[in-house]
């Protein structure tokens, strides 16, 4: 995973944006467009578009 990948998220339907990823602990902020929240996500739950 590298900042400004597109996925696609368990959670949501929408396709969202890596913002950061922590290497160290597995861990996807994704960003989803029109929305101020962000999703902290393990990265198995997330696949790459």
Same mark, same amino acid.
């Given at each position: 995973?590298?900042?400004?990948?597109? +996925?696609? =998220?368990? =959670?949501?339907?929408? !396709?969202?944006? !890596? +913002?950061?990823?922590?290497?160290? =602990?597995?861990? !996807?902020?994704?960003?989803?467009?029109?929305?101020?929240?962000?999703?902290?996500?393990? !990265?198995?739950?997330?696949?790459? +578009?």
């Amino acid at each position: 995973m590298n900042k400004g990948d597109k +996925v696609k =998220t368990w =959670t949501s339907n929408k !396709v969202g944006t !890596v +913002v950061s990823y922590n290497s160290s =602990t597995k861990e !996807v902020t994704v960003k989803y467009r029109n929305s101020n929240a962000v999703d902290v996500l393990p !990265v198995s739950m997330c696949s790459k +578009v």
